[in-house]
């Protein structure tokens, strides 16, 4: 048997929009479907959290990477573009609690105890993520851009460029040549 959903499983699961070829492990929790859309050729490994939750939404381009472990939460929208990838073990928390101590934290207490903060997360083209690493609300990833593995990114990171570290910090900038290499796939499919 299948760790993947088949085409029929994965309408059953009633998100807003799933397109085409897509492998979706059975292990991955998904929150929300109904603000959930999926393009085509989209995997999702194992033991993934995916969570649309307050009055959120994740949307997901074609030929997105989401290696297992990883733990999507998007009270204000989480947007992953076209070929983009999240490695193992990846956090997206589209939202926090104020840690400094002036309010309570964590969803076990009421609302007007807690001061949250919750904003769109964008992923955009052809980004990769590192393994390990933790993205905060508001930030945007930027087209072609690569996030080392174990940083912790609380500010946006431009186009094309590396950025490492806890913050994460751009070093270099990355090559464009994929946005040709994506061309050349696109006209052969
Ligand atoms: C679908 C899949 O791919 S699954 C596999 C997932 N893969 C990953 O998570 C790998 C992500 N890649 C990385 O983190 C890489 O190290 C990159 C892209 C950040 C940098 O790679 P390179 O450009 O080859 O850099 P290089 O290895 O030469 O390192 C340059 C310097 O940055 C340091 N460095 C490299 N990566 C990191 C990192 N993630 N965090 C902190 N420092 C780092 C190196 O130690 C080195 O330091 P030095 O100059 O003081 O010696």
Known sequence: MSNFYNDEELAQLGFKSVGRNNK????????NTSRIELGNDVRIDDFCVISACAEGFVKIGN???IAAHCFIEAPAGVTLEDFSGLAARCTIYGGS?????EYLTNPCVPLEFRKCTNK???IKKHAVIGTGSTILFGVTIGAGSAVGSMAFVTKSIPDSAIAIGIPAKVVKKRSAKLFELEEQLLKKQ
């Open 120 to 122: 769109h997360v964008h």
């Open 24 to 31: 979706i492990s059975k292990k991955t929790s998904f929150y």
């Open 97 to 101: 609690d104020d840690y400094g101590g």
């Open 63 to 65: 030929r997105v990477h």
